[in-house]
């Protein structure tokens, strides 16, 4: 979706929304928009969110890492500001439905529990568990997992997860040093209720309506 964080969601631009909710988080000393398109700047400090750099365009575009966004933003930040920040958290504007709660959790979790990242991540509904996937190969199907053959009901499966995009809370070591989003230790940070990742006009109806019933 072309300038798909420009949309906007209840009036205001989901890169705004994720802005918005980070200064409301009180473990995050700064708040600041990566981004190349100056549209997208000037909106963003409209709504008094910092946007005080650019990112090049060899990180740019959908092919860029989002490690290599928060490397790049963490130290232009270190530079101007003067002063090394200990955590880096990343908030996708294509996760409206956050809240300044879990955020903070998130960052607890990293610093309560010394890992080197924290993922927000949100349970499977069991009949899309891996068992129960499959692929079709020459118009044959096959379990994606080998004891999917077995059909096995529901209750017998174990809980998965999958990531929402609501935070990713990273320590300045994973980082610079581990130069990865996901650290040799980290955790999940459960979110339960609902949560959806916008990529098409029908999630931005969704979350619209899930916003109106007070979600």
């Given at each position: 979706?072309?300038?798909k964080n420009?949309r906007?969601?209840?009036?205001?631009?989901?890169?705004?929304?994720?802005?918005?909710?980070?200064?409301?988080?009180?473990?995050i000393?700064?708040?600041?928009?990566?981004?190349?398109d100056?549209?997208?700047?000037?909106?963003a400090?409209?709504?008094?969110?910092?946007?005080?750099?650019?990112?090049?365009?060899?990180?740019?575009?959908d092919n860029?890492?989002?490690?290599e966004v928060m490397?790049?933003?963490?130290?232009?930040?270190?530079?101007?500001d003067?002063?090394?920040?200990?955590?880096?958290?990343?908030?996708?504007?294509?996760a409206?439905?956050?809240?300044?709660?879990?955020?903070?959790?998130?960052i607890?979790?990293?610093?309560?529990?010394?890992?080197?990242?924290v993922?927000t991540?949100t349970?499977?509904?069991?009949?899309?568990h891996p068992?129960?996937?499959?692929?079709?190969?020459?118009?044959l199907?096959?379990?994606v997992?080998?004891?999917?053959?077995?059909i096995?009901?529901?209750?017998?499966?174990?809980p998965?997860?999958?990531?929402?995009?609501?935070?990713?809370a990273l320590?300045?070591?994973?980082?610079?040093?581990?130069?990865?989003?996901?650290?040799?230790?980290?955790?999940a940070f459960?979110?339960?209720?609902?949560?959806?990742?916008?990529d098409?006009?029908?999630?931005?109806?969704?979350?619209?309506e899930?916003?109106?019933?007070?979600?």
């Amino acid at each position: 979706m072309p300038r798909k964080n420009l949309r906007t969601v209840c009036g205001v631009p989901i890169v705004c929304r994720a802005g918005l909710c980070a200064n409301k988080v009180p473990e995050i000393d700064r708040v600041v928009v990566s981004t190349d398109d100056d549209e997208i700047a000037i909106v963003a400090e409209s709504y008094d969110i910092a946007a005080p750099f650019r990112r090049p365009a060899e990180i740019s575009g959908d092919n860029a890492s989002d490690w290599e966004v928060m490397d790049h933003a963490l130290r232009i930040m270190d530079a101007e500001d003067g002063d090394p920040y200990d955590i880096v958290v990343l908030l996708q504007p294509t996760a409206p439905l956050r809240r300044s709660k879990d955020v903070s959790g998130a960052i607890q979790m990293l610093i309560d529990r010394r890992l080197d990242a924290v993922w927000t991540v949100t349970e499977t509904d069991l009949k899309y568990h891996p068992a129960k996937q499959m692929r079709v190969d020459d118009g044959l199907i096959s379990f994606v997992m080998p004891e999917g053959a077995a059909i096995p009901p529901r209750q017998f499966l174990d809980p998965v997860y999958h990531v929402n995009g609501v935070a990713y809370a990273l320590t300045r070591q994973c980082v610079l040093e581990q130069r990865h989003r996901l650290g040799e230790r980290t955790g999940a940070f459960i979110i339960n209720g609902p949560s959806l990742s916008i990529d098409s006009d029908e999630d931005f109806t969704a979350v619209e309506e899930l916003l109106a019933r007070g979600a």
